[in-house]
């Protein structure tokens, strides 16, 4: 039996970077919890780890995986699942994250999620892989649904079923990307909010935000490209407040990893954040 992992605050959280370190320390506004990536801090030592030791005693810590390949065909990487239990063993995170996607083939490894077909054989392996994870370090794992670019024929399950079906099977929970719904609805042209109609909302452990660049597919169509490189647009908060309204209050991350802004913008985005949270019933 699986230990529970302690809880984030259903509050408003960001993504930590180093360069808003003093910021925080100075002025957090409504953040409550910060969100680290996992293999930026399975080193030993130096500033990067000084820096979360201090701030693990003022904030819930969530850590966010992104390199452990869950849906890959090889066996997870030893050495890395090991660096992994090492950090979650000393940090004690209030929750840990990884993706529903592969990144590794062979020896080689690849900077992006890439999709999964929805079959029973891949069920089977992710599970395996998740219960290897939470196995390792002994507790509870979030997995998070993707955004999609395509979809594979050979599908058999729905996203939203094959999610559920998982957390059946492992007693993983999930996280909700909100962006990523609505990134995958406009590529694969699907309602977002009957996605969430359709989401294991009460398995929900945190929901993440985040920007997304617009372009056009090869026949003049809206593409969608998850780069968390700008604001949160206007229907994906619309969506947040969709889901809230469905799931009552849950920990709500803000993601902004590339072209990363100075702390007073990404602090306002937080606050919109917190603002979506105080209007829900607890």
């Given amino acids: 039996m699986l230990d529970a992992a302690p809880f984030l605050p259903a ?56 390199g452990l390949s869950i849906g890959g065909e090889g066996p997870l990487d030893a050495d890395h699942l090991a660096r992994l239990k090492h ?14 996607a592969w990144s590794t083939h062979d020896s080689h490894f690849y900077n992006d999620l890439l999709p999964l077909p929805y079959t029973d054989a891949t069920l089977a392996r992710v599970c395996d892989h998740i219960n290897q994870v939470q196995d390792s370090i002994g507790r509870r794992m979030l997995l998070e649904n993707p955004s999609s670019y395509l979809a594979f024929a050979e599908s058999s399950w729905s996203e939203p079923e094959f999610l559920t079906e998982i957390t059946r099977r492992t007693g993983c929970g999930l996280l909700l990307d909100v ?14 909010q009957g996605y969430i109609d359709a989401f294991a909302l009460d398995q929900v452990g945190e929901i993440h935000l985040g920007g997304h660049d617009e372009d056009e597919d090869d026949h003049g169509k809206p593409l ?40 007073p913008v990404l602090a306002a985005e937080a606050t919109r954040a917190a603002t979506a949270l105080e209007r829900v019933p607890a």
């Avoid at 030993?44 to 992104?66: K, M, N, T, Y």
């Avoid at 962006?179 to 977002?192: E, G, H, R």
């Fill in 11 to 66: 509050a408003a959280g960001v993504g930590y970077k180093p360069q808003h370190f003093a910021d925080i320390l100075a002025d957090a506004g409504p953040v409550k919890w910060l969100e680290i990536h996992a293999e930026n801090y399975m080193g030993d030592g130096g500033r990067p780890i000084a820096q979360l030791r201090h701030l693990c005693e003022q904030f819930a810590i969530s850590v966010h995986g992104v």
């Fill in 87 to 100: 950090l979650v063993g000393w940090l004690n995170p209030a929750s840990f994250s990884e993706h529903l």
């Fill in 179 to 192: 962006n990523n719904v609505f990134v995958s609805a406009t590529n694969l042209d699907f309602s977002p």
């Fill in 224 to 263: 969608l490209i998850d780069s968390h490189g700008a604001e949160v647009v206007d229907p994906v908060w619309a969506l947040l407040d969709y889901t809230l309204a469905k799931s009552g209050p849950k920990p709500v991350l803000v993601e902004w990893d590339t072209d990363v802004p100075d702390w």
